[in-house]
Every structure is written in structure tokens, then in C-alpha cells.
């Protein structure tokens, strides 16, 4: 298991000094407080994040993106420095978070990135806000739908190793774990925590030494508290909502991207094709399910060949 041992500041204040032409703020937006971190000139382009990460998932892209683009990176109702209410973690409600957001700071339109949980929240903005989503990008997740309840209980023989590969597809076990109610709290309270995060990169990057001390420092302090665990385990218990939502929802009209990592989103981002009229799916080699970590020079581009094809104007 990954270790870290070093003391690091993993303030908002702290970290954003890292990235030049960034700035942390917060908004008062459906009833929430979000943190946010904004950056660079240009079209808006929102970026979320999934479990268990905060804004900081995209640290590495964020400078060479402001460089096109006005960059807003948001912590979602329940994550980092985001307040975490006990109710609104379906995807519905943390999407009308997103498009009170956009409003209060003044866009019309802009484009938008989500990853894991993120993935879904955009998704859902998308979806119920289609006027305000000029192009979006699914990062190797899908949002929920009925083919979710087909997940496996248990792994086949000899498919369940410390790590995916070719050979080892996901396990993902935490799905089930994440729906039974305060269990979480109670077992991963502090340290267990720590330790459960640091198995999960472990498990699901294909390469161990694209995640840094660091980042260990900056998601453990953000989900090792009671609430940091429960609202981060309150997305996934929101799933079956979340699928019953789609239900209702029309085939988006927008273009959309899939980038799926070849051992885990690349396979499960084609179920996308049934619910967008314009949707291709890009491969991204040699990556685990944190593909903004470990290939994000290739994120990074295939993010501004996307977004760049846009002919629309966006309104600020």
C-alpha cells in the first residue's frame, strides 16, 4: 500500500499557490456553499471532480486549460471544502448546485468536464439544463443508469488481484460497501479512511508512481472527518435515484466525449451511445480510472481538440 509520511499544508490557500493565475472563492448557490477554483481568459470551462478526490484532481491541467479557457473547478455538494448538507446527493439536485453556480457568476453557457461522480453530476446538467451546456466531456464514467443493477456481487476466480490490468478488470466492491447506511462512518473514521484511499489509487491506477505524497496528504484530510465520509458515501447511495432520474431524461443533443481508460472506463462510457445523438469515445492508453493523474497531457488535449471545434458563442 502507498504510504505518507510527509506533513504537507493541504489548505485551499495553500494549494492554489501551486497553480499560477488560480484563485480560490466560494458561492452561495440551491441552498449550498461551494468552493470553487477559477482561473485564466476565455469561454468558460467548468471541470468537476469524482471520489475521492477534491478540485486538486485537476492540478496538473488546469494552467495549460486557462490558457484557452476561463477555468472554474468545483468541489461538489460534499466534497473538500464544499459544505456537506445531510440531503441533495443525487445527481439532479447537485446539477441544479452547478447551474445556480453558472448563473451567479454570470455565463450563459459554457463547456463542461466531470470525472467519476463529476462525470455524473454533468451528465444530469447536461440533461436538465440543456441550454446552458455548449459541449460535454464524460471522463471515464457514465452517468447512472438501469444497466447498473447487473453489477456483479462477486468477482470470478482469479479475476480479483491488487491492481487492474488486462487480465484483472475492476472489482468494484464499494459500490455495494458505500450504500450501507453510517457503516462507513463508523469503520473508516480517521486513519481507515486514509488507509482505504490510499488502497483505492493503489487498485485502480495502472501506473503506482503517477499519485504523490501529496495527493495522499490532500484527499485523506479531505474525506477522513465523519461528514468528508458520509457525503462522500451518500453519491453512491443516491444511485438508485439517480437511475430512475434518467429514465425521464431526453437523448442529449450536444456533443459529447467519452475518455475512458483501456482497462476501465473505455468499455463502460459505450452505454452513453444510448442516451446522446453525438457521441464518440476516445482510448486512453496506459491509464487506470484516474486518467486526469496519469495521462494528463493526453486529458489535456483531447479536452482542447474538443472543445475547440465549438462554433457557438458563449455569453458572459
Known sequence: ??????????????????????????????????????????????LLPGHPETWWAYHNVMEPLSKSYQVIVVDIRGMGSSQAPERGYDKKTMAEDIFQLIASLGFTAVNIAGHDIGAMVAFSLAANHPEVVTRLALLDVPHPDESWFEFSMLPREGTFGDKIDAEHPPYPWWFAFHQ???????????????NYIAWLFNYMLANRSRIDPIDLAVYGDAYS????????????????????????????????????????????????????????????????HFIVMEQPEFVTEQLLNFFDEQGNQFGV
Open 180 to 194: 450501507v447506511q453510517g457503516l462507513g462512518e463508523s469503520l473508516l473514521s480517521g486513519n481507515g479512511m486514509r
Open 225 to 288: 472527518s465523519t461528514d468528508g465520509i458520509r457525503a462522500g458515501h451518500a453519491w453512491y447511495r443516491a444511485w438508485p435515484r439517480d437511475i430512475n432520474d434518467q429514465k425521464a431524461y431526453a437523448r442529449l443533443t450536444m456533443p459529447v466525449l467519452g475518455l475512458g481508460a483501456e482497462h476501465t472506463g473505455w468499455h463502460w462510457l459505450q452505454i452513453t451511445a444510448q442516451h446522446a445523438t453525438d457521441f464518440r469515445l476516445e482510448k486512453v492508453e496506459d491509464s487506470g
Open 1 to 46: 500500500m502507498l504510504e505518507d509520511n510527509v506533513q504537507f499544508d493541504t489548505s485551499d490557500d495553500a494549494l492554489v499557490k501551486r497553480i499560477p493565475g488560480f484563485e480560490s472563492r466560494f458561492a452561495t448557490v440551491n441552498g449550498v456553499t461551494l468552493h470553487y477554483v477559477i482561473g485564466g481568459k476565455g469561454p468558460p470551462l467548468i
